[in-house]
C-alpha cells in the first residue's frame, strides 16, 4: 500500500480501520459473506469460528472500541457515501455525526444504514481514495 500524502484529506480514522469495518459489515449485512462452502475453503471447525467472527454483536463491539473522534469520522463517512454531505462538506458532515441525539451510540447509528459498509466505501470514494487498495 502507498505511503498516505500530505494531499490525503484527514478522515479523523485510518482507511486500514475503515476497511476492517467495511468487511465486517458487509459480512454481516449480507453484502459480502465469506464462501464457508468451497472445496478448498475452511473445514466445518473454521467455518463455525468465521462465522462467529461476522456477527452484529462483534462489529458492534468493534465499532464501540474505537475512540469517539474516530466513530464521528465513521458516521460521517457514511453520510458522505448516503449522499447527504460531498467530501467538500466534510466539515459539516463531522458536525452532524457528532450531534448523536439522546445519546445514540455510534453502532446503532450504523447498523441502523442499510448496506453501512457499501456507504463507508462510497464515502471514502469520494474523497477519491480506495478502501480496496488497503492492505488487510
Known amino acids: 500500500m502507498a505511503e498516505p500524502s500530505e494531499d490525503d484529506p484527514d478522515l479523523g480514522i ?10 465486517h459489515a458487509r459480512a454481516v ?3 459480502e459473506i465469506p464462501d464457508l462452502d468451497a472445496e478448498e475453503g475452511p473445514d466445518a471447525a473454521e467455518s463455525a469460528e468465521i462465522e462467529d467472527e461476522f456477527d452484529e454483536d462483534s ?7 474505537l475512540n469517539e473522534d474516530e466513530q464521528t469520522a465513521l458516521i460521517a463517512l457514511a453520510m ?5 454531505f460531498t467530501s467538500e462538506e466534510w466539515d459539516d458532515a463531522l458536525a452532524q455525526a457528532a450531534e448523536r441525539e439522546g445519546g445514540t451510540d455510534a ?3 450504523l447498523l441502523a444504514m442499510d448496506n453501512f459498509g457499501d456507504l463507508l466505501a462510497e464515502g471514502v470514494a469520494d474523497f ?6 488497503v492492505d488487510r
Open 80 to 84: 458522505v457515501g448516503r449522499g447527504d
Open 29 to 31: 449485512q449480507g453484502t
Open 128 to 133: 477519491g481514495l480506495s478502501i480496496e487498495d
Open 107 to 109: 453502532a446503532e447509528i
Open 59 to 65: 462489529l458492534r463491539a468493534a465499532i464501540l472500541a
Open 14 to 23: 485510518s482507511l486500514e480501520t475503515v476497511a476492517t469495518i467495511v468487511d
